[in-house]
């Protein structure tokens, strides 16, 4: 069994990793490179780099699996080539369905190119999927020529995702995608591995925070109780988020609960995304992801006005949410911004969005209250102890940056 980086070495994001024998080969993600992350490219040089790449050590079977749906790790699913199979989640498929559904109606996520939109669709229509099993159940193996691949639900800062146990050639490797200790399962990591992750030959590990001690992984519930402090100190409180972070949905939720506030959204990609967490996890976990999505409504603007509101938005909703600020006391207004950094810090990632830019220079009063979606250093060593691999590979890094 042989493994092959074609990209993540040196770069967080636009994650490439090739598993091959003689007859098959499988590849673990197919992401675009992140603005300020890798080589710029454009969509006609990342098509002609897949191609290339099914174009070289063609074998018998081939089959593309995704930890998860972020666009750094699935952005070029379109560019696949039919001949080969893709696998992701049940629940990662079915979001990333309604996110090209949603941008089919031409609504609220910024997108307009209704061709590609209708490809993503057909492609995704085709996409092998699996169920995440119950917490305590081993998860089944897919058998993908003569590589075994099993999936196993890990915590990230997006719904559904997953680390793999990839079995060939009488060697054992195991991919961890993205991963987090400190999102509300994560509790469940170094438990899953002790019981799984044995004997293993390669760990293939991302080191996203290993360039980033300076930043502290707080745990979701302290994002809660930190929100929940500063939403007690003003009447309208607006909060930046991404609509597929499940975790800091039922983070916010709570919070705005514990400030004794409503909650309130301003776009049809989050409503249609809580509908569908509610559907597949509400009846689990004590209810922490079954919600109950109301939309802001400007007929309700006064009865919002006399008894305050939290307001989700996402970065496309800059114009909607500006026409409500200025009917509001700017003094009484806050924005929590709960995403990465990057976006408004790093130049090349304000040059291709502005908008996170944009969002807190609108308001008088904002705060950053976030956690990170990656493991930090202390779990990434955690993890590379407990497996124990003969070998590590970390991938989703900066470059230079080891262990």
């Known amino acids: 069994m042989n493994i092959t980086i074609h990209r993540g070495l040196e770069q967080i994001g636009?994650?490439?990793?090739?598993?091959?024998?003689?007859?098959?080969?499988?590849?673990?993600?197919?992401?675009?490179?992140?603005?300020?992350?890798?080589?710029?490219?454009?969509?006609?040089?990342?098509?002609?780099?897949?191609?290339?790449?099914?174009?070289?050590?063609?074998?018998?079977?081939?089959?593309?699996?995704?930890?998860?749906?972020?666009?750094?790790?699935?952005?070029?699913?379109?560019y696949i080539p039919e001949?080969?199979?893709?696998?992701?989640?049940?629940?990662?498929?079915?979001?990333?369905?309604?996110k090209y559904s949603v941008m089919k109606?031409?609504?609220?996520?910024?997108?307009?190119?209704?061709?590609?939109?209708?490809?993503?669709?057909?492609?995704?229509?085709?996409?092998?999927?699996?169920?995440?099993?119950?917490?305590?159940?081993?998860?089944?193996?897919?058998?993908?020529?003569?590589?075994?691949?099993?999936?196993?639900?890990?915590?990230?800062?997006?719904?559904?995702?997953?680390?793999?146990?990839?079995e060939a050639?009488?060697?054992?490797?195991?991919?961890?995608?993205?991963?987090?200790?400190?999102?509300?399962?994560?509790?469940?990591?170094?438990?899953?591995?002790?019981?799984?992750?044995?004997?293993?030959d390669?760990?293939?590990?991302?080191?996203?925070?290993?360039?980033?001690?300076?930043?502290?992984?707080?745990?979701e519930s302290k994002v809660a109780s930190l929100m929940t402090d500063q939403m007690r100190k003003y009447d309208y409180v607006f909060v930046l988020l991404s609509a597929t972070d499940i975790d800091r949905i039922a983070t916010i939720r709570n919070a705005a609960a514990n400030a004794n506030k409503k909650l309130l959204i301003n776009g049809k990609f989050q409503y249609e995304t809580m509908k569908l967490f509610s559907k597949r996890e509400g009846h689990s976990f004590n209810g922490l992801y079954r919600f109950n999505p109301q939309y802001f409504n400007s007929k309700g603007l006064e009865y919002c006005r006399e008894n305050g509101f939290v307001l989700m938005v996402g970065a496309t909703h800059i114009k909607r949410t500006r026409e409500i600020y200025e009917k509001l006391d700017p003094e009484q207004c806050l924005l929590i911004y709960s995403t990465w950094e990057g976006y408004y810090k790093i130049p090349e990632q304000v040059a291709i969005n502005s908008?996170?830019?944009?969002?807190?220079?609108?308001?008088?009063?904002?705060?950053?209250?976030?956690?990170?979606?990656?493991?930090?250093?202390?779990?990434?060593?955690?993890?590379?102890?407990?497996?124990?691999?003969?070998?590590?590979?970390v991938i989703h890094k900066d470059a230079g940056v080891t262990l």
């Not at 001949?83 to 309604?98: D, R, Y």
């Not at 996520?109 to 305590?136: V, Y």
């Not at 509790?187 to 293993?200: D, F, M, R």
């Not at 220079?361 to 209250?369: A, S």
Request: aromatic content about 10%; overall charge negative; charged content about 25%.
């Open 14 to 78: 636009g994650c490439i990793t090739e598993i091959s024998t003689a007859t098959t080969r499988i590849f673990i993600d197919f992401g675009k490179n992140l603005p300020g992350y890798g080589e710029r490219t454009s969509p006609e040089q990342d098509k002609a780099m897949v191609l290339e790449i099914f174009a070289n050590n063609k074998k018998q079977h081939e089959a593309v699996f995704y930890t998860h749906a972020h666009e750094d790790h699935i952005g070029l699913f379109r």
């Open 83 to 98: 001949s080969v199979s893709q696998f992701i989640g049940e629940g990662a498929l079915q979001m990333l369905q309604t």
């Open 202 to 219: 390669t760990l293939i590990t991302e080191g996203t925070m290993l360039s980033r001690d300076a930043e502290e992984c707080i745990h």
């Open 105 to 166: 109606e031409g609504d609220d996520l910024g997108h307009n190119n209704p061709a590609q939109t209708l490809e993503a669709l057909d492609k995704l229509s085709k996409f092998n999927t699996w169920k995440r099993i119950a917490q305590h159940d081993k998860p089944k193996t897919i058998e993908f020529g003569d590589i075994r691949v099993t999936p196993f639900f890990c915590s990230h800062s997006i719904y559904d995702s997953y680390m793999f146990l990839i």
């Open 355 to 393: 908008a996170y830019k944009e969002f807190r220079e609108m308001f008088n009063h904002c705060i950053d209250i976030h956690t990170s979606g990656h493991a930090d250093r202390n779990t990434i060593e955690e993890v590379v102890r407990t497996v124990n691999a003969k070998e590590v590979i």
């Open 169 to 200: 050639d009488g060697k054992r490797i195991w991919h961890t995608g993205d991963y987090r200790a400190h999102g509300y399962l994560g509790k469940g990591l170094i438990p899953t591995l002790k019981k799984y992750a044995k004997k293993i």
